[in-house]
């Protein structure tokens, strides 16, 4: 029984490890995917939505609010700009 359990914790363990290794990974984008010009809106993390209104941005630009609902299409042309709850930019990033 002591066994069991152990195993069972292990798996556990590299589950999770696992998991945050694949989140990082997905959250992080190498420059050379920068194909939609997402690295010179970085600076618009940490702001709220409302501070795009009224900026020109020459391609395809996506809002994403907090819980939104977004088509599943991905278009490495098209520049996102995703929302927290507070609704403040989280994330900018190519899709």
Known sequence: MKFYGKTMMLAALLALTACSSS?????????EDDTCGAAQYQ???????????????PQQVRTIPYNSAVTMDFNLKRLNFLGDSE?????????
């Open 87 to 95: 609704d403040k930019i989280v994330r900018v990033y190519c899709g």
């Open 23 to 31: 989140t990082e990974q997905a959250n992080s984008q190498p420059a």
């Open 43 to 57: 600076n618009y993390v940490g702001k709220p939505l409302s501070a795009l209104d009224g900026v020109t941005i």
